[in-house]
């Protein structure tokens, strides 16, 4: 949508071909339907969020970015809010406002838009673009800008369709892969715990490699979290997720959770023996320190017999106690469907794509946008501020080739 306005805006004939009969489906249910539209990091942090790749988004995000988007998005009547962690809403909380700001700014500036029309390759003369090939028909073209997302949440029309269109035409993709994506544990018992959400707690991604007697620490995030059918999710997990990802490949790895984050070890241990001198079951105690859920599991995990009087307890069981509560511990399995994702990682190579321009360096008048393109970031608003700026360089930069 914003590379077909920009295209309009800079004087181009432009044409939209939408896969669906509805516009910005997938931006319609960002940020849990309420639109975490971008960040108030700084440019640094941004190129930070997208690292190995972030450099690639120097040019775009100079060209095109925060503050030209939440300027655009005032003129357009959407009001915005910032939140924990600089995430930037729609004061409505409804992504669909956002959606809705893009269709009629389109509309304004004369973009042609053709819902049902399905994209099947793009054709190419002489080592320059010269149509789009549909599913029933055709129509010519003298630049086109690929910006058709990743391959994560398909419902919403990102089936993949733009990494079998760029590879016709030589293009390298590397391997598309869930990037903001629930996990997939090795524990069983994570099924009782299905629902259950867990705030102001502190998780760690941990990697095991063998030989080695302590994990190595990869990151921590400090939030929410929540347990799944058979796994871990919320926010904090899907930020860890990225680099889960990646140390799938290179050994054993590890989500420890601290549920009691604000307690050091030490202040437990001073709780407990001043609370253990009741004569209350283990069971019953637990109630008092953990979500309802957790205390079966938990007792079987601590292996104290529930039935036992707290005041019973050993100076043994109360450190495994401790230990448990300070490092409760998953194991990743893998990371959940890539159709589940968020976000995709992978996609067309950026050493094949113009930072300045995002077009192809391959094919003359093909530009690329958004998801499609090998970028990926963590949480927070930073994908989608992305996906604004290569829409708005890319549709720019295709005006501009088009009319020459």
């Known amino acids: 949508m914003v590379a077909a306005g920009r295209a309009a805006e800079s004087g181009a004939n432009a044409v939209l071909l939408e896969k669906g009969s509805k516009l910005g489906r997938k931006l319609r249910i960002a940020g849990k339907g309420r ?241 253990f001198k009741q004569t209350r079951h283990f069971k019953n105690y637990l109630h008092d320190l953990l979500p309802r859920l957790m205390v079966e599991v938990f007792v079987r995990l601590v292996a104290i017999d529930p039935d036992k009087p707290v005041n019973t307890i050993t100076a043994s069981e109360r450190t495994d106690l401790v230990d448990l509560l300070k490092d409760f511990r998953v194991t990743v399995k893998r990371m959940a469907p890539l159709d589940e994702a968020i976000v995709t990682a992978g996609g067309v190579s950026i050493k094949e794509i113009d930072p300045k321009t995002m077009m192809s360096k391959l094919v003359d008048g093909l530009f690329f946008a958004g998801e499609v393109i090998d970028i990926d970031a963590e949480t927070g608003g930073y994908n989608l501020q992305a996906a604004f700026s290569t829409g708005y360089v890319a549709g720019e930069a295709a005006a501009e080739f088009a009319q020459r």
Request: no cysteine.
């Open 35 to 275: 639109g975490n539209v971008t960040n108030t990091a700084e440019l640094r942090d941004f190129i930070e969020a997208f690292e190995p790749n972030g450099k690639f988004l120097y040019g775009a995000f100079s060209r095109y970015f925060r503050d030209d988007l939440l300027d655009f998005l005032r003129k357009m009547g959407v009001e915005t809010k910032v939140e924990r962690g600089g995430r930037v809403f729609p004061v409505s909380d409804r992504a669909g406002d956002v959606a809705n700001a893009f269709e009629r700014w389109m509309e304004s500036v004369g973009v042609r838009i053709k819902y049902n029309a399905t994209a099947k390759s793009i054709e190419v003369k002489d080592g320059r673009v010269v149509g789009v090939k549909l599913y029933g028909g055709r129509t010519d073209a003298d630049a086109v800008v690929l910006a058709t997302g990743g391959a994560s949440y398909p419902k919403t029309g990102s089936t993949g369709d733009g990494y079998h269109m760029a590879r016709e035409l030589g293009h390298t993709i590397v391997r598309p892969r869930p990037a903001l994506s629930a996990l997939v544990v090795s524990q069983n018992w994570v099924r009782q715990l299905q629902g259950l959400s867990l705030r102001n707690v502190e998780v760690t991604l941990l990697r095991e490699s063998p030989g080695q007697e302590i994990p190595t620490r990869i990151a921590s995030e400090f939030g929410e979290m929540l347990f799944t059918q058979n796994g871990v999710s919320g926010p904090i997990i899907l930020t860890l997720s990225r680099k889960a990802g990646v140390l799938l490949d290179h050994g054993k790895t590890i989500i420890s959770i601290d549920l009691k984050p604000a307690l050091t070890r030490e202040q437990l241990h001073e709780r407990f023996i001043r609370d």
